[in-house]
């Protein structure tokens, strides 16, 4: 009974005392300060509103991204709590003591540590070297623009922590399937991948693109499967198994989390706020505050007789209230055009009292609404009188003011014989209302969160492909810049000394990573070629290593950095952090790879780790010279100027130049 | 003996190579040159109907349809010898200002607007060129589809598709560049494919045909349209399978490898682009009269037109300003001043007087040069007003100044200070007209004046919007130069020294011709057509003829031909992917079956598939303004891999039927029921191409009554 006592009860832990050393060192480069500068740094002005509509339970849609990486910030200042009491509108400005700095600022940073044990354990799931994964996770701790984007309250760190978890559980998943298919921990990390890549695009849409490349990864990988004749014995049931979990564990939970993203967020947003405009009447009345305060105890249906407003429901570039005035049309635009000279319909974005029309029955006179009231219904013809001037919406075939194509909508004044009045509508719910006009569903008080969260959706998404202004910033750059580091991106500067902190990268890591990569696209090449032609330089285990290594660093280099030759929106420096991992990540490999196939020697061998390691030093120097615009220490004016090390640098030096 | 063994073995490698080859392929008997009679019956029978689906009543409407106002105006600047500017390369328009030409059209009828009559003018011409291309298109894709399946009900669908469809004719009957893309685009995919089937005699004179064949329909797609430029990518890529699969050969010594490489550069690259600037040099020599499209090109090149203000003239070499300036002030009155604009067409309101910041040089003190660093300010000649910028936002532009013409008479304020540099020049260097890019910095604000390439609305004319940008960047919108140049004080030069280089010129037109695609933005207002409108026919384009009375032509596929299309997509993705799926699990097929599959659906039908990939999703991702007939290169794809589908599809399921008998005529009954239906449908939807006369078909009385399937189609 107690048979477990006669066995001693052992504990054995292998502890990867460099991954120790590594995680703390990151902890130490990326926490040290974290309070300082105790100002609003860059996009902290922009992302520090949301914090603050969170703390305030105010509803918002942010036309950037999806909720995740603002419920996460906010979350730092929840546990530091904020009280979301700041007014977040300029750079530069003085936090108040109310902000809880540090742990608005704990959560990206920590992403930003914890990078680092992630990149060791890529490569080594990968297959390479010990040495090759602590440099990895050297170069990753030494990159100044990862520490400066890390520091504060951004997104990049968290997305890019979320896209190397995502890559590295993938891997480790692969890896367990040769050998424990099926086990738990194969399970767990199928999941964790899911969940990953999930949260990455979460955070931003941007993680979009490494969720694509693993997806590609993963099929491949099952192509490979379906090739594989050994497996063809046990038969297509195990083949559909595979197939079914990963397509549960990689589409289905994914979508899901997503979903559920967008339900926390508006679980936890039931106040009125800035952006109720952009959402449907119906869902507007669903928060706190805002329209519900109107629309409480309003009837639901509306009946003839009843006064009304009507909102333009999809409107660009905003919605707007049908409105009239007493003011008439121009008799001549101009242009040259004439009018009808009668009363003027807008659309208006405001509420106002000349916003409200009463429904009104062509075949009876009054206006009053009968007793029962008498709905009115799909399809059922109707005139509109406008509530302050009493006149007929009415519209002819005239040209409107701007689109000489459409017909012109005017109140109708009797004084002009020559029009006949044209003042029927029919009511088509859900659709158009002869002139693009919706009846806005304005009296529904309830509505359910599911309903709404699909709103939110299709609003996010029509706000997105809306954007499309203001594509000039001081500090933006075209994507070509990036890979040479051409611009930085000035952070913060200190009021009176010469403390600023700037995204500026290591440029020796960053020409290495340069160097990598073409060096890894030519010998590919050089390989393949030469393969085709039955002629093996590597060993065929090494060749499927340098391949798959290739697949994800090279892979997701590309994904993370070519689309954005294709957008249009506004780019930053801090865009290519992704993309600048990866290819960091294929440093180490290259070298590695260099070293064990083409130094032959012994002599050349010690030859190039000694290049190695006079490289690495390098490394060290341009981060240790570069540290004090990272972390914002005091500098003189010539100190400044010496770190200028490109003209097209944007280092700021008071009472300088012109 | 051994002797004579040895010279029998005489040209062994390349026989060798050549029986090798045609293991891969299974024995069908195609290879041989010479067709047998019945397909060469039905080649006859194709080109025969189509060529009559298209020439019938090609007269009619004999008026202006659509864009041949604009292509036929192109036509008659080409026999006009006047200069113009067009989005597209020369090589389409050309050949119809040919066609007009030698068909006995003078170039005289204005083409002013569609709707237009043609009276007296013979436009017959240049319809019936295009009509003659537009139907060659039908015996190509036959041809084609007949190479890629070795079956000729496949290719016979693909042509009675072709032949039946609606849109295909319509666009094929009047003056546009349509027809003459696709005839290039068609003509390269099938020299494409008959160069593929010649694979196993390389170097042989049929295979240096088709090869140089292939270039030469490239260079005439890409100098249609720019959209040429997918086709080039799709024979790019096989072409690089081509050479993959022959370096795995290891039959193959790399000398012969580097033989097919060279063959290749030589007909595909070299051969192209030779023809392609050929092209532009017969356009430049052909167009030497200054015309509507000086405007676009810059000064250096406006000098060699006869006719424009630069042509043979001499100026001096400073002064002089490419802005104009109109007396209208900016709506609401929101500020003293007039605007600024840029203004693409020169005229008298662009001139501006160059002074010293703090002098007014009186016309008898003498010559004083303007150089790198001085501070300048800038009179309008016209209204006598500064050149101004100041700290309010610019109309459209928000994050920049504003720029407005100031004061009266000459005398401003601070404001109207500007410090004019030269880019790449060095303090105090003179400044030359044409040839230095100039900026100018606003002292005040240290903002640099440029264009931000909007278009002002109604208020401004349409023209372009100036500002004065704080963000201190190096961009093409800020530079300027100098062009017209007064000054009597200054001894004129001659501008035959500007003269540009052949290379320069061709440079220059197609950096305009890209900026002015990417410009084709649509305006407010206009319904535009969304890709994916068109696999699904969801609206047409109007061609003639909007009320009752007029005689109306729609521009519209066969809906039930283009369903089919649509439908075989997924059908088609669906087969590859079981096909590939059973390939790859070694699922047990007969080889025959195997052989049939693999090259049928995955080579075949992958490089039709992969070329409607290719002129199909680039659109999703263009700025610029689409419209419907964007899609037929795409559709003439999608109507080869229906064929070939279908075919493979009957084929493979009537092979299950017992008796040989039954299989043949379900097989051939299914061919024959599709093309019933197409024909069918034709006979329903003609009016679509060959004119709607009487009542919409909304009204029960209109031969289209009842037609009207969706919503959207206006007819």
Redesign the interface.
């Known amino acids: 009974m107690l048979g477990f006592l006669k066995n001693p009860v052992v504990v054995t832990a292998e502890i990867n005392l460099s991954l120790v050393a590594l995680t703390v060192m990151g902890l130490m480069s990326r926490l040290w300060g974290l309070s300082y500068p105790r100002a609003v740094v860059f996009d902290e002005v922009y992302y520090g509103q949301f914090v603050s509509l969170y703390m305030k339970r105010i509803f918002f849609v942010d036309d950037s991204g999806p909720p995740l990486g603002h419920m996460l910030l906010a979350l730092g200042g929840y546990l530091g709590g904020f009280d979301g009491n700041f007014l977040w509108n300029r750079i530069g400005a003085e936090y108040s003591m109310n902000v809880p700095v540090c742990s608005l600022r704990f959560l990206p940073a920590l992403a930003g540590a914890l990078c680092i044990p992630l990149a060791y354990q890529i490569l080594v799931e990968l297959h390479f070297s010990h040495c090759a994964a602590l440099g990895a996770a050297l170069l990753i701790l030494l990159e100044n623009s990862l520490i400066t984007q890390s520091r504060f309250m951004l997104l990049e760190s968290i997305l890019i922590f979320f896209i190397l978890l995502a890559v590295l559980s993938y891997l480790k998943f692969y890896n367990l399937q040769r050998h424990s298919s099926f086990s738990g921990r194969w399970c767990f990390w199928l999941l964790l991948t899911g969940v990953a890549c999930s949260c990455a695009v979460g955070v931003k849409y941007m993680g979009l693109f490494t969720y694509m490349l693993l997806l590609a990864i993963a099929g491949l990988h099952f192509?490979h499967m379906?090739?594989d004749?050994t497996l063809?014995n046990v038969g297509a049931q195990l083949l559909g198994n595979m197939g079914l979990t990963r397509g549960l564990a990689l589409l289905v939970i994914p979508v899901a989390m997503y979903l559920s993203f967008f339900y926390v967020h508006l679980a936890l947003l039931y106040r009125s706020g800035p952006h109720d405009q952009i959402m449907t009447s119906a869902f507007q009345a669903s928060l706190e505050g805002g329209l519900a305060r109107i629309t409480q105890g309003q009837p639901l249906e509306v009946a003839y007789g009843s006064q009304i407003t009507l909102r333009n429901v999809l409107g660009k570039p905003m919605q707007c209230w049908l409105h009239s005035h007493t003011n008439t049309y121009p008799i001549r635009y101009?242009?040259g055009r004439g009018s009808s000279h009668q009363q003027q319909v807008t659309c208006y974005p405001f509420k106002d009292v000349n916003n409200w029309w009463i429904v009104k029955d062509p075949g009876m006179q009054q206006l009053v609404v009968s007793n029962p009231p008498r709905p009115v219904r799909h399809g059922h013809i109707v005139q509109l009188v406008h509530g302050i001037t009493t006149r007929y919406l009415n519209t002819h075939d005239v040209a409107a003011p701007?689109?000489p194509?459409s017909q012109e909508v005017s109140c109708y004044i009797d004084y002009n014989i020559s029009m006949p009045a044209q003042n029927l509508w029919r009511v088509v719910k859900h659709n158009i209302l002869h002139l693009k006009l919706f009846i806005s569903a304005c009296y529904l008080s309830h509505c359910s969160n599911s309903e709404s969260l699909l709103f939110t959706f299709f609003f996010q998404w029509k706000i997105l492909t809306l954007k499309n202004e203001?594509t000039?910033?001081?500090y933006s750059s075209s994507a070509l810049d990036w890979i040479t580091m051409d611009t930085n991106i000035a952070y913060w500067l200190h009021p009176t000394s010469g403390a600023q902190i700037h995204l500026l990268g290591n440029v020796c890591t960053w020409a290495s990573a340069n160097v990598a990569a073409v060096v890894y696209t030519c010998l590919s090449l050089w390989y393949l070629?030469r393969r085709?032609?039955?002629i093996y330089d590597i060993p065929e285990d090494a060749w499927q290593l340098w391949v798959s290594a290739g697949q994800i660093c090279v892979g997701g280099w590309v994904v993370n950095y070519l689309p954005f030759f294709?957008m249009?929106k506004t780019l930053f420096l801090y865009h290519y952090l992704p993309a600048l991992t990866f290819q960091i990540l294929l440093i180490p490999i290259v070298l590695q790879h260099l070293s064990d196939h083409l130094c032959r020697s012994l002599l050349s061998k010690s030859m190039f780790s000694a290049l190695v390691v006079a490289w690495f030093s390098s490394v060290c120097f341009a981060y240790r010279t570069f540290s004090p615009v990272t972390y914002g220490e005091p500098l003189s004016v010539a100190e400044l100027k010496d770190l200028r090390w490109k003209d097209s640098w944007n280092i700021l030096i008071r009472k300088q130049g012109? | 003996m051994p002797a004579a063994g040895g010279g029998r073995a005489g040209p062994g490698p390349l026989r060798q190579r050549g029986t090798r080859r045609l293991q891969g392929t299974p024995p069908a008997s195609p290879l041989s040159p010479r067709p047998p009679a019945g397909r060469r019956a039905a080649l006859g029978l194709v080109t025969l109907l189509s060529f009559a689906s298209r020439f019938h009543r090609l007269p009619e409407p004999p008026h202006v349809c659509w864009d041949e106002t604009h292509f036929g105006k192109m036509g008659s600047y080409y026999i006009n010898r006047t200069f113009f500017f067009d989005v597209h390369p020369p090589l389409g328009k050309m050949l119809i200002g040919l066609a007009g030409y030698l068909s006995g059209y003078d170039g005289t009828f204005p083409f002013q607007k569609p709707g237009d009559r043609y009276e007296q003018h013979n436009y017959m011409g240049m319809r019936g060129f295009c009509a003659f291309l537009g139907s060659c298109l039908v015996p190509f894709a036959y041809l084609t589809v007949l190479e890629l399946s070795k079956s000729l009900p496949a290719a016979l669908l693909t042509a009675f598709i072709l032949i039946f469809d609606t849109g295909c004719i319509t666009l094929s009957q009047y003056i546009l560049l349509d027809p003459i893309l696709m005839f290039f685009l068609m003509g390269a995919v099938l020299s494409m494919v008959k160069c593929n089937s010649c694979a196993d005699r390389p170097f042989s004179a049929s295979w240096w045909l088709w090869l140089s064949l292939t270039g030469v329909n490239l260079a005439g797609a890409m100098g249609v349209k720019f959209v040429g430029l997918f086709v080039v990518l799709l024979v790019g890529l096989n072409t690089i399978n081509d050479l993959w699969d022959l370096l795995g050969n290891l039959n193959l010594s790399l000398v012969t490898f580097g033989k097919h490489f060279l063959a290749r550069v030589l007909c595909l690259i070299l051969l192209p682009l030779t023809l392609y600037m050929a092209m532009f040099a017969v356009h430049f020599a052909v167009l030497n009269k200054s015309g509507p499209g000086d405007g676009f090109f810059s000064s250096a090149f406006q000098s060699q037109l006869i006719g424009n203000n630069l042509h043979n003239v001499s100026i001096p070499e400073q002064d002089g300003y490419p802005l104009s300036c109109h007396c209208d002030p900016y709506p609401g009155g929101l500020c003293r001043g007039e605007g600024i604009y840029t203004y693409l067409h020169k005229d008298l309101n662009n001139l501006w007087i160059i002074k010293k910041h703090d002098s007014d040089a009186d016309s008898s003190s003498p010559v004083e040069f303007v150089r790198h660093g001085d501070i300048i300010r800038l009179e309008h000649k016209e209204t006598s007003r500064n050149l101004h910028s100041h700290q309010h936002e610019a109309p459209l532009t928000r994050k920049h100044f504003q720029v407005t013409g100031y004061g009266i008479n000459g005398t401003g304020d601070s404001n109207d200070f500007w410090r004019i540099e030269v880019v790449g020049r060095r303090a105090g260097r003179l400044i030359k007209v044409l040839r230095s890019k100039i900026r100018l910095t606003h002292v005040a604000t240290g903002c640099i004046l440029g264009s931000s390439g909007k278009t002002l609305p109604k208020w401004g004319w349409e023209q372009v919007e100036v500002t004065c940008t704080p963000y201190v960047k190096e961009t093409p919108n800020s530079l300027w130069n100098f062009e017209d140049h007064i000054n009597p004080k200054l001894p004129n030069i001659s501008l035959d020294v500007l003269k540009p280089s052949f290379v320069e010129i061709l440079l220059e037109s197609h950096m305009v011709m890209i900026r002015g695609n990417s410009g084709l933005k649509p305006k407010d207002n206009e319904v535009t057509s969304k890709p994916w409108h068109w696999p699904i026919n969801y609206q047409g384009l109007r061609f003639s003829g909007v009320n009752e009375t007029d005689y109306r032509v729609y521009l519209l596929g066969n809906p039930v031909v283009w369903w089919l299309n649509l439908f075989t997509i997924g059908l088609y993705l669906l087969i590859a992917i079981s096909t590939a799926v059973a390939l790859k699990r070694g699922v047990q097929l007969t080889s025959e079956h195997k052989g049939e599959l693999s090259r049928v659906v995955l080579c075949g039908g992958g490089q039709v598939a992969l070329g409607w990939l290719l002129h199909y999703l680039p659109f999703f991702m263009m700025g610029r303004v689409l419209y419907f007939h964007h899609y037929f290169p795409a559709m003439l794809f999608s109507s080869m891999l229906t064929g070939i589908t279908w075919d493979t599809l009957l084929k493979f399921f009537s092979q299950f039927l017992s008796p040989s008998t039954t299989a043949r005529r379900v097989y051939e009954g299914g061919i024959v029921a599709l093309i019933l239906l197409i024909v069918y449908s034709f006979y329903l939807f003609h009016p679509l191409s060959y004119g709607m006369i009487g009542p919409m078909a909304s009204d029960p009385s209109s031969p289209m009554a009842g037609l009207r399937w969706m919503d959207s189609w206006e007819f």
Do not use: A, M, P, V
């Open positions: 192509w379906l090739g004749r063809s101009e242009n701007l689109s194509h203001d000039e910033h001081k070629i085709r032609r039955k294709l249009e012109r």
